[in-house]
């Protein structure tokens, strides 16, 4: 039900940010707001508890979410049974949806501690409220097949990978500069019965782009907007915490095949490449609509596979085979990027001789294909499934830190019996450091720049072993283990920078509310 934003930005300072949860969560018992999943890699219904999320992605824009009933004798009347903790509040969310607006309120919750490894031993909390208010305008005053969209974003606590790990794949997606701010703000138009559209305003491009429904059940960042991305673009790109103006198309011109395609901002706060505060000027509340530095344009064709009748993507309920869905897309910036290496005279930027300016390269793209397929469901009518998934993404070496990536996973839902709704799930990701970026490590060593000899990158790899407990529809519960190899793609402690940071293991639980 609930994926929080997918967060694998560069560390920046935290600091807390409690009374504004409050507020939110106050206003929304009022309201008797309604709570689904606010972030999904795919689109996922409120009403499917197995759906309960951990890393961000779209919202489902098509339907409006389904009002609880069987409430209204009083607040604890089937409290554990229905989709959200807030129920129908007497009645009203069936009569806002029937006015065409829908309103949601989902809670993610972070306590990760490092307990191997690192730069440092200790634990963190971190947390993410969300609250978006959608409209149907066709419900609302009669004007067919728009959708209108507004979310706003209360981010507290602190990174576990900013003080303690100082890895690249960060443990938490939900981790971000505290603040409250906007997040998302578009009007989408649909024609021809559905199968085309398009969506104009400030979005977040990791909510359709790139997006895996397997991944998300992970609590690794790098399963959702790709760490390549995110250190390669401009602030991690137009993702989340962060969004940019633009334009998406989406066409479905069979049943079984989808195109998107977008053009966005590529520099969320506009600065220069290395300054990516998520709280620079009015970016810390989401009012910087930057349209200075260069533009994104992604696209992405989609096949879906044996997809249930019933529309359920988790289930396959109901169709011939096993489901599965294959992507394949590409994005190109057209901003200018600096060398990992050189300076503007060719000299390597490690050199005494250097003007310490790194060399300008015009544009950067990225290659990217992701699969998710499931391979077993022993009972077509049963709940147990096994599921996998893999996603590669690789760019250019000259201007990038990372020039590879790739996620997989299996996933198995209703591992135990009388669990139909829990699942159980072993990732695996990599991320390897651009030969560029080890170069620069080479000819610091070479050049004697460095008083101690500095670390030649290669790559960071890490494994998390999850399982999500569905405790009711609207609480999830989610122990994890996480273990990165190599932190860093190897780089020198800064507590003893003759030696690496060291192997680290993870330990954390999540909890995720949908109100």
Known sequence: MITPPQNNRRPVPTCPGIRWSLILLAGAACLGTEASPAYAQTSVSPADPSTMRTNIGPLDTNSAPAADAGDEPGFLTGILKRDTLLGNAGGLRTRLGQYGISMTLTDVSDVLGNVSGGIDKGATYNALTTLTVQMDTQKAFGWEGGTFNISGLQIRGRSLSEFYLANLQTVSSAAA????????????????????????????ADQEFLASKEAALYLNSAMGWPVLNAYNLYAGGPSYPLSSLGVRFRGQPTSDITVLAGAFQDNPPGGPFNNDSQLRGSTRWGGNFNLRTGALFIAEVQYALNQPANGDMDDGHGSAGLPGTYKLGAWFDTASFPNQRYDTMGVPLASPDSNGIPRSNLHNAGLYGLIEQMIWRPDPEGPRSLSVFARVIGTPSEQNLISFSANAGVNL???LPDRDNDTFGIGFGIAKVSSAASGFDQDTNFYGTSPYPVPVRGSETFLEITYQIQVTPWLAVQPDFQYIYNPGGGIANPNNPALRVKNEAVLGVRTAVTF
Do not use: H, I, M, N
């Open 413 to 415: 839902k209703a591992l």
């Open 177 to 204: 500069a505290p603040t409250t701010r906007l997040w998302e703000l578009w009007y989408q138009q649909a024609f021809a019965d559905g199968a085309f559209d398009v969506r104009l305003g400030q979005q977040s």
